[in-house]
């Protein structure tokens, strides 16, 4: 059985749904994603962490408080039919499972992955959309004007989570564990430098991205807008609200969106991303190996020197 087809036939979860972060100040946080667009409340015993919700109204977030920023867990959602598979899966894949703290075992599952990431899976709704969305177009037709006035711009607010992206010593070893254990698919990838996944179920052409680093860590999340106009006027929400700091606007070879990356107050980021690339479901997509000049950005701003930097190590 060839690689390609052994893939097909496992199980896969579907989609993200929520990711938990650690970060020095829940202050600082809240000020940092109101500002990004993102609907944030306090939550938890006597309100020690947030919540983070888009525009969708479904929670994609938990910030908890921590002496310094790193990954809490990341949960993916799964069919129900695919719970026991997906189980089998990470122990024979050389994921560590972990006893659930709720004892929800008939309804979910911890595990730990090579390189120390806490994952849950569970069964739950597919937040991920089943089709791409149509909201790219910025353009207008003949005798209408094509864009309001500066005075008119709304306050950009995120539809949904779109990916997210980890730092990792071994590119690679990440990307086989992940097929092998959760059924991602590789989209694309650039040497043993970063690379691409996505679920089998309809997705964008990255749900998980793995960065080269001497040790795990954050990168970021991204963000799903309307258009490229939507990415650029975060960029000006963001400036204007003190965040500066970033990369951007541009737009990537691999997933092909628009983007805009802005620096949080832990040294990771937060992107505005619009037009992704997607893969529909049963599709299988050609997973090229790009150089590295040929597979940061189509057109944008140079990379900032500090870009890549693990902030965490």
């Avoid at 919700?53 to 994609?60: I, M, N």
């Avoid at 937060?270 to 992704?276: F, L, M, P, R, V």
């Avoid at 050609?286 to 940061?296: H, I, Q, R, T, V």
Wanted: with cysteine.
């Amino acid at each position: 059985m060839t690689k390609s087809i052994a893939a097909q036939s496992r199980a896969g979860v579907h989609s993200i749904d929520h990711f938990a972060l650690n970060v020095p100040s829940l202050s600082e946080a809240q000020r940092f994603f109101d500002a990004f667009g993102l609907d944030v409340t306090p939550a938890g015993v006597d309100a020690q962490e947030l919540e983070l919700r888009a525009a969708d109204g479904h929670r994609w977030a938990r910030i908890f408080a921590a002496g310094r920023k790193s990954l809490a867990y990341l949960r993916f959602n799964c069919f129900e039919r695919d719970l026991p598979v997906l189980r089998d899966q990470a122990a024979a894949g050389g994921g560590e499972l972990i006893p659930s703290p709720d004892g929800n075992d008939d309804k979910a599952f911890w595990f730990r992955d090579p390189d120390g990431n806490l994952v849950q899976v569970a069964i739950g709704p597919k937040t991920s959309p089943d089709v791409k969305t149509g909201r790219a177009s910025v353009g207008a037709t003949a005798n209408v004007r094509g864009t309001c006035t500066r005075s008119e711009v709304r306050h950009v607010k995120p539809h949904r989570l779109s990916h997210v992206l980890l730092f990792t010593p071994d590119v690679l070893r990440a990307v086989d564990f992940y097929e092998r254990v959760l059924g991602l698919r590789l989209s694309d990838k650039s040497q043993d430098l970063i690379a691409f996944t996505h679920a089998p179920h309809g997705c964008d052409h990255h749900l998980v991205a793995f960065a080269k680093s001497h040790a795990r860590g954050w990168h970021h999340s991204s963000w799903d807008v309307d258009n490229v106009d939507a990415v650029g006027q975060g960029a000006a929400q963001m400036a204007a609200a003190g965040y500066e700091k970033g990369w951007g606007t541009g737009r990537h070879v691999l997933g092909s969106n628009y983007f805009h990356y802005v620096q949080d107050p832990w040294g990771s980021f937060c992107e505005y991303s619009a037009n992704i690339d997607f893969v529909s479901a049963g599709h299988v997509w050609p997973a090229g190996d790009f150089s590295p000049e040929e597979s940061m950005y189509l057109w944008g701003p140079p990379v900032p020197a500090d870009f890549v930097r693990n902030t965490e190590v």
